[in-house]
């Protein structure tokens, strides 16, 4: 089970972190994703992070204003998001994935919290 929280209101130029906590898991043997999807529009590919933490990837629209990070030993990955834009604005979700290698693709995620919503006011 995957638990997302930290989305809220904020204004542009702002932070807000995302947290999910995974549970009945092996946490440490997931690779992790962020994934967002605004109003009409596909879910889209945020971010990733490998079981170990040190492989990142992230698309092009967020790369030096998101980092995302986990803590095996809390069981969470972390989105941390500053600078934030009007169009950043979707509801958030994580997902798990069975494997060590990080992927951009939904469809290799297997397992997916409830979302989170981020609204960046302008």
């Known amino acids: 089970q995957l638990q997302a929280s930290g989305g809220g209101l904020v204004q542009a130029g702002g932070s807000l972190r995302l947290s999910c906590e995974v549970s009945?898991?092996?946490?440490?043997?997931?690779?992790m994703g962020w994934f967002r999807q605004a109003a009409g529009n596909e879910r889209e590919f945020v971010a990733a992070?490998?079981?170990?933490?040190?492989?990142?990837v992230y698309v092009d629209s967020v790369k030096g204003r998101f980092t995302i990070s986990r803590d095996n030993a809390k069981n969470t990955v972390y989105l941390q998001m500053n600078s934030l834009k009007p169009e950043d604005t979707a509801v958030y979700y994580c997902a798990a994935r069975n494997g060590a290698l990080v992927t951009k693709r939904s469809d290799e995620y297997a397992y997916w919290g409830q979302g989170t919503l981020v609204t960046v006011s302008s």
């Open positions: 992070i490998n079981w170990g933490g040190a492989n990142t």
């Open positions: 009945g898991r092996t946490f440490s043997t997931y690779a």
